[in-house]
């Protein structure tokens, strides 16, 4: 800003003043001498062409430049990389001590803070009730998880992101399409997954992924539930046996996928969750609330807080 004119030998600099419109002399060939934008000492019989500012800069920092994104890992571009400098003058310096947990409202449990005490984390909750992994790979769903999920992405670095999805699919939604559209329940099982490990490949772009097994139907067939949530479950027929039978399909596949991913772990709550018969061990079960969906808070946060300690998640 403050001078007309740079002389330079070889340097990047040069490149620089021109981008901001300053004149350059050059004594030495960089590669952006020789196409008639600076006044050179030396001539390239092989530079014959004479190109613009912008078409120098477009084959140097767009086609002829390789770039990785360090914090995403994963191959970049110039208009990546520009967007991840100014998103990380935004974030935290010290973000790489948060975890990330999202999903489904079955994920509340890690508001507790016994997690941050225990593992000396700080653990960030973002949870949306209703989302599916179904949904998850529609920007423009009705619970807007994608969006939602993607401003707690943005806003830090995160040592590892902790992701529950799959309970809403399994006891409710695809049972739904099955009865409303007629279409096996094999197929729309499959759909599930395949949105569900497409968005688990993308979260590997920001940071380790533990993938929670999905929690189970927990409302009884005999109960007649008037509240909202369990009232729009016990809307398709599905018994409870078969919603939890579709559940452990849903958790084996994304199990045996995780399985051959380097930075994707599953937590596998099968063990201490089902009986021998696989159904949900009363314990589970709120018995203040048995129309509640979800797992008694205690017992199922000391069951995630004993697997991440014995298989060392964190």
């Given at each position: 800003?403050k001078?007309?004119?740079?002389?330079?030998?070889?340097?990047?600099?040069?490149?620089?003043?021109?981008?901001?419109?300053?004149?350059?002399?050059?004594?030495g060939?960089?590669?952006?001498?020789?196409?008639?934008?600076?006044?050179?000492?030396?001539?390239?019989k092989?530079?014959?062409?004479?190109?613009?500012i912008?078409?120098?800069f477009?084959?140097?920092?767009?086609?002829?430049?390789?770039y990785?994104?360090?914090?995403?890992?994963?191959?970049s571009?110039i208009?990546?990389t520009?967007?991840?400098?100014?998103?990380?003058?935004?974030?935290t310096?010290?973000?790489?001590?948060?975890?990330?947990?999202?999903?489904?409202?079955?994920?509340?449990?890690?508001?507790?803070?016994?997690?941050?005490?225990?593992?000396?984390?700080?653990?960030?909750?973002n949870?949306?009730?209703?989302?599916?992994a179904?949904?998850?790979?529609?920007?423009?769903?009705?619970?807007?998880?994608?969006?939602?999920?993607?401003?707690?992405?943005d806003?830090?670095?995160?040592?590892?992101?902790?992701?529950?999805?799959?309970?809403?699919?399994?006891?409710?939604s695809?049972?739904?399409?099955?009865?409303?559209?007629d279409?096996?329940i094999?197929?729309i099982?499959?759909?599930s997954?395949?949105?569900y490990?497409?968005?688990?490949?993308?979260?590997?772009?920001?940071?380790?992924?533990v993938?929670?097994?999905?929690?189970?139907?927990?409302?009884?067939?005999?109960?007649?539930?008037?509240?909202?949530?369990?009232?729009?479950?016990?809307?398709?027929?599905?018994?409870?046996?078969?919603?939890?039978?579709?559940?452990?399909?849903?958790?084996?596949?994304?199990?045996?996928?995780?399985s051959?991913?380097?930075?994707?772990?599953f937590?596998?709550?099968?063990?201490?969750?089902l009986?021998?018969?696989?159904?949900?061990?009363?314990?589970?079960?709120?018995?203040?609330?048995?129309?509640?969906h979800?797992?008694?808070?205690?017992?199922?946060?000391?069951?995630?807080?004993?697997k991440?300690?014995?298989e060392?998640?964190?």
């Amino acid at each position: 800003k403050k001078f007309d004119k740079v002389y330079t030998k070889t340097s990047g600099m040069g490149m620089e003043a021109l981008i901001v419109g300053c004149k350059c002399v050059c004594y030495g060939m960089p590669y952006y001498a020789g196409w008639g934008i600076t006044i050179d000492k030396l001539k390239c019989k092989r530079r014959e062409r004479k190109l613009t500012i912008e078409e120098v800069f477009a084959a140097a920092y767009i086609l002829y430049t390789k770039y990785y994104n360090p914090y995403k890992k994963r191959v970049s571009d110039i208009f990546d990389t520009i967007n991840e400098i100014s998103l990380q003058k935004k974030k935290t310096k010290d973000s790489t001590k948060n975890i990330l947990a999202i999903g489904d409202s079955h994920i509340a449990p890690f508001k507790s803070k016994i997690f941050q005490v225990v593992f000396q984390y700080n653990f960030i909750i973002n949870y949306v009730p209703g989302a599916t992994a179904r949904g998850i790979g529609n920007k423009n769903s009705l619970t807007r998880s994608r969006k939602i999920f993607q401003e707690s992405l943005d806003k830090y670095n995160y040592h590892k992101i902790i992701i529950s999805l799959g309970e809403v699919d399994t006891a409710y939604s695809i049972w739904k399409i099955h009865e409303t559209k007629d279409t096996d329940i094999e197929v729309i099982l499959e759909q599930s997954i395949k949105k569900y490990i497409d968005y688990l490949h993308y979260l590997t772009s920001y940071a380790q992924v533990v993938v929670l097994s999905a929690p189970y139907a927990t409302v009884k067939d005999d109960l007649n539930c008037d509240d909202t949530i369990s009232g729009i479950r016990s809307s398709v027929n599905a018994s409870q046996k078969q919603r939890i039978e579709i559940g452990i399909k849903f958790n084996q596949k994304i199990k045996e996928f995780c399985s051959k991913q380097k930075d994707i772990k599953f937590v596998d709550f099968n063990d201490i969750i089902l009986d021998k018969k696989n159904m949900i061990k009363e314990m589970f079960i709120k018995k203040n609330n048995p129309c509640d969906h979800h797992y008694c808070k205690v017992r199922y946060s000391l069951v995630v807080l004993y697997k991440f300690f014995k298989e060392k998640i964190i």
